[in-house]
């Protein structure tokens, strides 16, 4: 694909008869201009502002790019589908998704109504409230993939709008404006010039780089152009492929907030703040907003276990009561790409790095100095021990998730530190096992770890053993009933 940009603000700071007041007052007229043909493309602002509700049913493919069983392609493909609905006047999300991923199932949904907000998993059969429902950050994926109602926040908040340019791809020419929605970075929406369609946007997520949004194969529904098709590329390798079934223009959702019966109701779900728990004496769980990392205390120093992110404000957490102790060695479970943003972090610290011999072109790629990263390959067992404590870090792999994973285990203690195989919920009792789960419990048997408790890199929660072969024993509650 050709794309040829030339930035407005570019071509107005090579003018020497301009000034910075000009700059500014060009780049929001041209904005403002280019936004009051696009609205008019997409119904007017009348229709717009009159289309309260939007109920989206998809089916997609999720190309597991990073995520899959290998660290290299052809990435995984995992079908899921699933509906959307917002309600603008009262402030209603409403989501559901079933499907597949790398050894997992999936079967939940989330309301967002003020006081009545919950999270449901539909294959623990469990409901629980949300104590602080945010409508703006729940609904703003779905905004995100759903052009009419990108354009509906573009005007409502045009007066933080931006023109970046204009812009050749594939032959077509393209008006490019940046805005800022209620929750999130910068979005840059491409207009095609001709038709004043959203053709794509683009963002750049922190740790994740650029993600581009494509939008394909426009119909008229109630006189406002929707997409049919749309794509999602990470770092220019596609990621998501949605194709629309159904859209349907300010119809009734109340039905979509209902809650079904006979769901068990756990407490309610509160924001998982940065925290420490000391498990066992120098064993420590530290984390917060879903991601987590085990520290072992050792004679000299000290092992940080785990890559995902804020790493570096974990270290800092544990300082406060391990201030002189260095982290001496950092290790990173598998290839995943949420799972090895640890990396930098630690080799700041100037730690080693442990990881898979199979995982070791992409942690050096990851690296910022590959040259002088120092680099611990596993095989099959490490161990570090003193004589305070004996710490085995094992690659249990192949699992339904990943090829290969290292856990690290503490024998002594009974403790084991994994990522994405046996996440135990915030609340409520264990669900029935995923794919990872039950290959994760077949590997802990093959390979002698006994272990009684369990700490995962995206809960708070500690697991034991009886969660485990609870989780294990347990039904869908969709067979149940």
Known sequence: MKVNILLLPLILLGSPT??????????????MAVIEEVVAAYGGEKRLSTMNTITIRNETINIATGQSLKPEP??????????????FKNKIFVTRSQGLAVGFEF????IINGEQSFQLDYRAG????????????????????????????????????????????????YDVIGFSMAVGPAISLYFERESRLLRRSERVLANFGLVEYHFNDYEDIDHIPFNRNFALYLNGDLN????????NVNTDIEALTQVEENLTELAAIVPDELSRQE????????????TYAMFVEMEDYIVAVGGAAGIAERIALLREILPAKPVEYGVITHHHFDHILGVTAYEEEGATVIASRAHRKIIEDKAKN??????????????????????????????????????????????????????MPQVGPVPPAVPSTKTFAKALKKH????????????????????????????LWTEDR
């Open 18 to 31: 301009l000034h910075a007041g000009n700059l500014t007052e060009d780049n929001v007229n041209k904005a």
């Open 370 to 423: 590959a040259e002088n990263l120092k680099l611990k390959l596993v095989r099959k067992k490490h161990v570090l021990k003193d004589s305070s404590r004996r710490l085995q870090i094992i690659d249990i792999g192949p699992t339904a998730h990943t090829e290969h994973l290292l856990v690290a285990y503490l024998p002594e203690e009974g403790i084991v530190f994994e990522a994405d195989h046996f996440s």
């Open 74 to 87: 052809p990435w995984d493909k995992n079908p899921s589908s699933g509906i959307s609905a917002v309600d």
């Open 240 to 247: 998501i492929e949605r194709h629309n079934l159904s859209t």
């Open 126 to 173: 469990t409901v629980a409230k949300i104590a602080k429902p945010d409508f703006d950050t729940s609904s703003g994926p779905f905004m995100r993939v759903t052009p009419a109602l990108l354009i509906r926040t573009l005007k409502e908040r045009s007066q933080n709008a931006y023109y970046l340019g204009e812009t050749t791809i594939d032959g077509q020419m």
């Open 107 to 110: 079967n939940n949904g989330t």
């Open 448 to 475: 002698r770890i006994e272990a009684t408790t369990f700490l995962s890199a995206h809960s708070p929660r500690v697991g034991a053993r009886q969660d485990l072969e609870e989780a294990l024993d347990k039904k």
């Open 279 to 290: 498990i066992a004496e120098g064993v420590y769980l530290i984390g917060g907003s879903g």
